[in-house]
């Protein structure tokens, strides 16, 4: 069985390829395969004490009123117990007419996350060997201070300072917003290059689609055909400049587009805030941002 | 009292799984123009509303209930429109799809479905 990495806000996993994603939330995914929902996973950030009892409680509670289904706890199955070693586990099932399922509650003790993931059957249970992957695959932190969002067919490594903001999955368009403070990386994704790119150049469908004209203000840094990156400065009238010193300060907008031949896409990354954004910052943003 | 009791309707619709296996099929009343840049001009007729005809014909214009409108395929549009030939599934149209533009599947899915939902509401195509 061929599997993929899936990563998204501060959880990691992998799944069978011929599972895609259906549902996303902020904190939320949800799998299925050929229309039939396969596994869903939400999670959260816990302050404070966590009782898995309670929270499978609400959760009995929750699924009642919506489908009708009988939730119980049931103890944690052997074959999950290596996998979840490093959780705090509680495993549940529940069935109702049309549809079972099972799964676990899991609490982290080091990032204090506590998880929600279940395993839907309709017409029959998945293998022991399946779940055991996904679930010896899962982690609910990084390691190293950096997060990894993989979904569809990007792949990004963000400072885990960041928090997600807005994300859109168009078709033949993606963007993620991150934010920290004062800063910002936007990341996009836009598909198919040559189409996109059959009546105009890398450059000027950069300035179409972050809508800034080719000014003064705009000081190349490096433009070659598959690869552009601009400083843009704050415009000059001074209400301008007063309203991005009070925003965003004073600092240029970093953009950098490139393109990808081979997998005929277009990466675009906008990084700004209100210091001077560090050239080392925005390699490491665009190095570690592309197609999977 | 069964006056009040609220009518379930019958849902026409299919399902997802359903609906990539079916075949779609070019009306045949549309008249296709290539043009030079290898796009492709649609030209479709469109049934007039029954007022419209009958104010038209109170003014003594024509009595044809039908008038034609156009339509431009951009390249994606063009291809997919090329892709219907009455054999190819919807699945097979849209894995074709991805296949030429490496879209992500699911990201073709989406833009292929629309785009034939689109004709298929200006009755340009139909589902068999």
Known sequence: MDWREIAWNGVRCEIPDSWEVVKIGLRYLMFAEKSAPMMEIKWGQIRGKFSHHSQLRRLAMQQRKKFGKTLKEIPLPPEWRTPLSEFISVAFSWHSQTISGSGAVLYCPTCKTATLMQFFQKHSAHSTALVQHILGSFQDHSRDNRVIWALFDIRALIPAEFDLIKYRFDAGQYELIFSYKKQKITLWRWVPASVLLHKQNLEEFAHRVTRFALKKTVAPVRADPDWVEWEVLPSTPWWSRWRSRRLLGHAPTYYRFWHLREKNRIFGVKIEGKQAIDSEFVNSICAGYGSV | ?128
Not at chain 2, 101 to 119: D, I, P
């Open chain 2, 1 to 128: 009292m069964a006056v009040f009791k609220r009518k379930h309707k019958v849902s026409s619709q299919i399902s997802r799984i359903e609906a990539l296996k079916c075949t779609p099929i070019k009306n045949v009343h549309v008249k296709e123009t290539r043009l030079e840049n290898g796009a492709v001009l649609l030209t479709y007729p469109v049934a007039m509303r029954p007022w419209i005809t009958g104010l038209i014909r109170r003014f003594g214009g024509h009595s044809e209930r039908t008038f034609t409108r156009k339509l431009q395929l951009d390249d994606l549009g063009t291809h997919v429109w090329d892709l219907i030939d009455g054999i190819n599934t919807v699945q097979k149209v849209i894995q074709r799809f991805a296949e030429k533009y490496q879209f992500h599947l699911k990201e073709a899915e989406v833009s292929v479905t629309r785009f034939l939902r689109e004709l298929g509401r200006r009755g340009i195509i139909g589902l068999q």
